[in-house]
């Protein structure tokens, strides 16, 4: 079952903000510690981010937190493949584990530790983050 996105008042803020910087239409926008993560819609990712990341830069100061940016995709695989696409990703293999459909994502070997983050802190906000989108409960590195 995908989760549901739930927008407060301080996401939509976010995402308006958001919006009037870079042009890109947003379909969610997830809120963590020191991350703001932007879904925008399919072939939109490159004006969200701006040239040489311009947009990116402009809203980590104005909102003190880093940003990402995500590239919605209809396709489970390929939008797997988005939200790894900064550790350079190369395969994505899904497949079923009993009653939970589990995702292992393959990327550059000198960026996995990255990719996981401290405490597996950034392969969560992964799998939240694709869990609002697709049907996939759990995510791996390899």
């Known amino acids: 079952m995908v ?3 739930v927008l407060t008042e ?4 976010y995402i308006r903000m958001f919006q009037s910087v870079t042009k890109a239409d947003v379909r969610d926008c997830m809120v963590t510690e020191d991350k703001l993560v932007f879904v925008v819609e399919k ?5 969200a981010v701006g ?3 311009e947009h990116v830069i402009k809203l980590k100061d104005l909102t003190g937190k880093n940003i990402q940016v995500v590239e919605y995709s209809e ?3 390929q939008f797997v493949k988005n939200v790894f696409h900064i550790y350079a990703p190369q395969k994505v293999v899904i497949e079923q584990r009993g009653n939970i459909t589990h995702a292992t994502v393959t990327v550059d070997p000198k960026l996995k530790g990255r990719a996981i983050g401290k ?6 906000i992964a799998r ?5 989108h697709h049907e996939i409960q759990s995510i791996s590195v390899d």
Do not use: F, S, Y
């Open 128 to 132: 939240d983050i694709v869990n609002r």
């Open 75 to 77: 396709d489970p695989e």
């Open 51 to 53: 040239k040489k990341g």
């Open 119 to 124: 405490a597996g802190k950034n392969l969560r």
């Open 3 to 5: 989760a549901d996105i």
């Open 10 to 13: 301080e996401t939509l803020n």
């Open 43 to 47: 072939g939109q990712g490159n004006t």
